[in-house]
T-cell receptor, first 112, second 114 residues
Framework: SQKIEQNSEALNIQEGKTATLTCNYT??????LQWYRQDPGRGPVFLLL?????KEKRKERLKVTFDTTLKQSLFHITASQPADSATYLC???????????FGKGTTLSVSS | ETGVTQTPRHLVMGMTNKKSLKCEQH?????MYWYKQSAKKPLELMFV???????ENNSVPSRFSPECPNSSHLFLHLHTLQPEDSALYLC?????????????FGPGTRLTVT
């Protein structure tokens, strides 16, 4: 069955450092991958989408990579700030299906 | 977040009650979704509506009944729920059904079944 793993439930880093979150998947060939941010008590907010034929995507301090050979996506936040503290979800989308498959998320805590 | 609204934000109901969750999107999207989010579990897709027609039902128990009267509104009717149905229920919408379209989520309804 399809499986998505986000490297850890929690990640703690210091302000100013680069946070790197990992999303691995098995038994699936996604056409694209999305990253969302979720704050406590709120719904997820879309951040970035990367297609299978794209290696890297950037948006301000965010960078996403997508390696279909390794079946892995890396999500980087550079110059992290306490306001970046949240849970980050990766989601996979297939060619034929309509449904996104979500990972459990990684909770990032950035300390000042 | 204000593009998709959900009411109520919190709901406590007994196992024999009947209640409904409401979702409204103000984004002009044509696809709407219901998700269930339980602690330590990934988001679980429950229902998908595209152009007001249900296109996906992920083996959800019949005690959950969706309704989509138009492209802006989505309901989830609840009856004879179980304690394990306690969770955050999220509504989302997108422009286009699934493929390559980011989803916009509402704030969710925190449901507690006693």
């Amino acid at each position: 069955s399809q499986k998505i793993e986000q490297n850890s439930e929690a990640l703690n880093i210091q302000e100013g450092k680069t946070a790197t979150l990992t999303c691995n998947y098995t038994n699936y060939s996604p056409a694209y991958l999305q990253w969302y941010r979720q704050d406590p008590g709120r719904g997820p907010v879309f951040l970035l989408l990367i297609r299978e034929n794209e290696k890297e995507k950037r948006k301000e301090r965010l960078k996403v990579t997508f390696d279909t050979t390794l079946k892995q996506s890396l999500f980087h936040i550079t110059a992290s700030q306490p306001a970046d503290s949240a849970t980050y979800l990766c989601a996979l989308g297939g060619q034929a299906g309509t449904a996104l498959i979500f990972g459990k998320g990684t909770t990032l805590s950035v300390s000042s | 977040e204000t593009g998709v609204t959900q009411t109520p934000r919190h709901l406590v109901m007994g196992m024999t009650n009947k209640k409904s969750l409401k979702c409204e999107q103000h984004l002009g999207h044509n696809a709407m979704y219901w998700y269930k989010q339980s602690a330590k579990k990934p988001l679980e897709l429950m229902f998908v509506y595209s152009l007001e027609e249900r296109v996906e039902n992920n083996s959800v128990p019949s005690r959950f009944s969706p309704e989509c009267p138009n492209s802006s509104h989505l309901f989830l009717h609840l009856h004879t729920l179980q304690p394990e149905d306690s969770a955050l229920y999220l509504c989302a919408s997108s422009q286009g059904e699934g493929l390559l379209h980011e989803q916009y989520f509402g704030p969710g309804t925190r449901l507690t079944v006693t």
